[in-house]
């Protein structure tokens, strides 16, 4: 399940809640999860930041899936399993 997929759910999700208290808690775990700290990034990371979305603008990039299929090809045609 993709972030966006998971996201979506979870939204139809709690619409569908009622309990105030259940929602109160939700809310709780929210909220500190968005409190995070900032991260200071050195020159050097955002730069490879900016790098990479410019990357992935110009479809530079691979899905996790088809790699993962790909490293496991690769393995089982270069590894003799025990």
Same mark, same amino acid.
């Given at each position: 399940? /993709? /972030?966006v #997929?998971?996201?979506k759910? %979870? @939204?139809? *999700? &709690?619409?569908?809640?009622?309990? !105030?208290?259940? %929602?109160?808690? &939700?809310?709780t775990?929210?909220?500190?999860? /968005?409190?995070? =700290?900032?991260?200071?990034? /050195?020159p #050097?990371? *955002? +730069?490879? @930041?900016?790098?990479?979305?410019?990357?992935? #603008?110009?479809? %530079?990039? @691979? #899905?996790? =899936? @088809?790699?993962? +299929?790909? !490293?496991?090809?690769?393995?089982?045609?270069?590894? !003799?399993?025990?």
């Amino acid at each position: 399940m /993709t /972030t966006v #997929e998971l996201k979506k759910m %979870l @939204i139809h *999700r &709690i619409t569908e809640i009622n309990d !105030v208290s259940f %929602l109160k808690a &939700i809310k709780t775990i929210l909220d500190s999860k /968005t409190e995070a =700290e900032i991260i200071a990034l /050195t020159p #050097e990371q *955002r +730069n490879e @930041i900016v790098a990479s979305r410019k990357d992935v #603008e110009q479809g %530079l990039y @691979i #899905e996790q =899936e @088809i790699l993962d +299929n790909e !490293v496991s090809k690769w393995l089982s045609a270069n590894f !003799v399993r025990a």
